[in-house]
């Protein structure tokens, strides 16, 4: 089984800075691709940004040039830097990951965090 621990959330003020931590525990072969993702109430859940084994990144545009994804392969981590963040920002946010459980498997897993709660105050 695969676990994903989500932390760092909290309020802050518009033109601040937090970062998420999303921590992935259990028996698998490796992680392939590390999500950002977040929800309002109402609207469906929305693509922040995504970081491959490798490092590559790409992010959605609303938050290009202010979030900033990264992994630490060793400690089975990605992190989420929010800065010059936005009442816009607020939202629930998810990590969400593709796992290869086995080595010999040709298909990858998808797990999801169990949310933290953004709070940007105008």
């Known amino acids: 089984q695969v676990q994903l621990v989500e932390s760092g959330g909290g309020l802050v003020q518009a033109g601040g800075s937090l970062r998420l931590s999303c921590a992935v525990s259990g028996s698998f072969f490796s992680i392939v691709t590390m999500e950002w993702h977040r929800q309002t109430p109402g609207k469906q859940r929305e693509f922040i940004a995504t970081i491959s084994h490798d490092g590559s990144t790409h992010y959605t545009d609303p938050v290009k040039g202010r979030f900033t994804i990264s992994r630490d392969n060793a400690k089975n981590t990605v992190y989420l830097q929010m800065d010059n963040v936005k009442p816009e920002d607020t939202a629930v946010y998810y990590c969400?990951?593709?796992?290869?459980?086995?080595?010999?498997?040709?298909?990858?897993?998808?797990?999801w965090g169990q949310g933290t709660q953004v709070t940007v105050s105008s």
């Open positions: 969400r990951i593709w796992v290869r459980i086995r080595q010999t498997n040709t298909w990858n897993d998808e797990y």
